[in-house]
């Protein structure tokens, strides 16, 4: 067990919806990582946050957004869906922003998009 | 753009036998270098790391040797056990961009009892 957890653990949705996925980051870690896992893309960066603030994106799609909270919390909001967003959607925490900073990851989200 | 690829999707060893897991990067100006294993439905779990200025790197069973010349990371696992099968991943983080990783696509080990 990492820490990290994520919640939905499974979500199922249609074209056209929009979903909020959770992600607590461990205790004291104050960076968040969102990534998307797909069949066809592999593992692919999508966004950071530290202490509240975006600090970095990746291929993150503008149909997708993201925010930390004042308790550190996440969520990634997955709009307009379309069958090709079907991925597991990972979170991850580090205590810092720096490179020397290890990642922990959740166990990740599996959305469905029908 | 960035690529970390893979020289063999699917590996097949004898329990007890040595891993060799291979892994080609582009982007010369990597500091970090990163091996992950994941489990079936869990997260990716970080295994070893090396930087930039080493070629080698020993842990609990585990080496990472880096190549900077021809670019190359490998992985090894000394008498592979069945709790070794996974999709091991090698990822990288680019000097001056952060902390965010850039994954390679994946060799699936698999360890035949």
């Known amino acids: 067990d990492s820490g990290v957890t994520q919640t939905p653990k499974h979500l199922i949705t249609a074209t056209g919806q929009r979903v909020t996925l959770r992600c607590s980051p461990r205790s004291g870690d104050l960076s968040v990582y969102w990534y998307q896992q797909s069949l066809d893309q592999g593992l692919q960066f999508l966004i950071q946050y530290y202490n509240g603030e975006e600090r970095a994106k990746g291929n993150i799609l503008e149909r997708f957004s993201a925010q930390q909270f004042p308790d550190l919390h996440s969520e990634l909001n997955l709009s307009s869906l379309e069958l090709g967003d079907s991925a597991l959607y990972f979170c991850?925490?580090?205590?810092?922003?720096?490179?020397?900073?290890?990642?922990?990851f959740g166990p990740g989200t599996r959305l469905t998009v029908l | 753009g960035e690529s970390v690829g893979l020289h063999l999707p699917t590996l097949s060893v004898q329990e007890g036998d040595n891993s060799i897991i291979n892994c080609a990067y582009s982007n010369s100006a990597s500091d970090y270098f990163i091996w992950y294993k994941q489990e079936s439905g869990k997260g990716p779990q970080f295994i070893i790391d090396?930087?930039?200025?080493?070629d080698k790197r020993q842990g609990q069973r585990v080496t990472v040797l880096l190549n900077k010349t021809v670019k190359h990371l490998s992985l090894q696992i000394a008498a592979t056990q069945p709790g070794d099968s996974a999709v091991y991943f090698c990822?990288?983080?680019?000097?001056?961009?952060?902390?965010?990783?850039?994954f390679g696509g994946g060799t699936r080990l698999m360890v035949k009892p």
């Open positions: 090396i930087r930039s200025n080493m």
């Open positions: 991850a925490s580090s205590p810092g922003q720096g490179a020397d900073n290890e990642q922990f």
């Open positions: 990822a990288l983080k680019i000097n001056n961009a952060g902390n965010m990783l850039t």
